[in-house]
């Protein structure tokens, strides 16, 4: 029946999952974070579910493209890191997101200590807590480093998004199927 559709879709707006992933300059690895959970979403047809987005917690690189060794490294794994750089804004940040996926613990710090609230650092999560086939802490910053640490950060970003992707599946925080075709 065409109203129960409806009704699912409206629903699936209204429960939306809001991801943002962070990190210190939003040119290396958030963007590319963003990419690749768009990517694993995309292809399980969960698209019209999810919101996904990222930001940095420094203005340095605002309005730019991602950093051109992550867009490359990307590429060549198939996902487009094309997101252009923003600044983390705590006042509508923390509202308008559910989670927000941090990439080490500077990070953590920083940005638990710009919530206003319990409940908005409780949103707080770092991408290490979703790894599966890693034992690393953090998603180690690859600016200064060469291409292994590219690879190295995109193959922990892999692990950290199948593991909230499915975390978020076992917990029915979203459909494990799309009900919106
Ligand atoms: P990201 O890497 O935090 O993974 O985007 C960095 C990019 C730029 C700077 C630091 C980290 N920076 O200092 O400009």
């Not at 579910?49 to 203005?59: L, N, R, T, V």
């Not at 710090?109 to 979703?130: F, H, L, N, P, S």
Request: with cysteine; proline share 4%; glycine share 6%.
């Amino acid at each position: 029946h065409p109203t129960n559709k409806i009704e699912r879709n409206m629903n699936a707006t209204k429960d939306k999952k809001k991801l943002l992933f962070i990190c210190l300059g939003n040119i290396c690895r958030s963007p590319a974070a963003h990419a690749v959970m768009q990517k694993m979403v995309d292809d399980r047809h969960l698209t019209a579910q999810f919101e996904i987005d990222s930001a940095g917690i420094g203005d340095w690189h605002v309005g730019e493209l991602p950093d051109r060794r992550m867009r490359k490294h990307g590429e060549l794994r198939g996902y487009r890191v094309n997101h252009p750089a923003r600044q983390f804004k705590a006042a509508s940040d923390f509202d308008r997101f559910d989670r927000i996926i941090v990439m080490d613990e500077e990070n953590y710090r920083i940005i638990t200590g710009q919530a206003r609230t319990q409940k908005e650092a409780d949103k707080v999560v770092r991408m290490a807590d979703y790894f599966r086939h890693h034992a690393s802490a953090t998603v180690p910053d690859p600016y200064y480093g060469g291409d292994r640490d590219f690879e190295l950060a995109l193959d922990l970003i892999e692990d950290g998004c199948e593991g909230l992707l499915e975390e978020l599946v076992s917990n029915r925080e979203c459909e494990p199927f799309d009900t919106h075709h």
